[in-house]
């Protein structure tokens, strides 16, 4: 998967969070109730953690689910915008759910249509 945020993969993430907050694998399995082979396991890359397990281990590490999300692959980085008002459209359509974002594109290509 790609680097993000500054982590280079998933065992890169869990390494930095657990020397940050000085915990280990075993306390983060017991911690959000999973097997203790689990964190292992998605640390070596026998398996994906899903996209609820990965919301559940950023929380408990107090990072946005995003971030974990695109090293383990279930979503693609961010465009690289450096316009702010195309990076607000972004992170407000990432904010929306499914229905509301096809609305805002229906919206979007309607204000299209009618410019000048």
Same mark, same amino acid.
């Given at each position: 998967?790609?680097?993000?945020?500054?982590?280079?993969?998933?065992?890169?993430?869990?390494?930095?969070?657990?020397?940050?907050?000085?915990?280990?694998?075993?306390?983060?399995?017991?911690?959000?109730?999973?097997?203790?082979?689990?964190?292992?396991?998605?640390?070596?890359?026998? #398996?994906?953690?899903?996209?609820?397990?990965?919301?559940?281990?950023?929380?408990? #590490?107090?990072?946005?689910?995003?971030?974990?999300?695109?090293?383990?692959?279930?979503?693609?980085?961010?465009?690289?915008?450096?316009?702010?008002?195309?990076?607000?459209?972004?992170?407000?359509?990432?904010?929306?759910?499914?229905?509301?974002?096809?609305?805002?594109?229906?919206?979007?290509?309607?204000?299209?249509?009618?410019?000048?």
């Amino acid at each position: 998967m790609p680097p993000y945020a500054g982590f280079k993969s998933l065992p890169d993430y869990l390494d930095s969070r657990c020397r940050r907050d000085d915990t280990n694998q075993n306390r983060i399995a017991e911690a959000l109730g999973l097997h203790r082979n689990y964190i292992n396991g998605i640390y070596h890359g026998r #398996f994906k953690p899903s996209k609820k397990r990965c919301d559940l281990i950023s929380a408990y #590490f107090g990072d946005d689910p995003h971030v974990l999300r695109i090293l383990v692959g279930h979503e693609l980085p961010p465009p690289d915008l450096a316009d702010r008002q195309l990076r607000e459209i972004y992170d407000l359509g990432r904010s929306l759910d499914y229905a509301r974002r096809a609305l805002a594109i229906h919206l979007l290509r309607d204000l299209r249509d009618r410019a000048p």
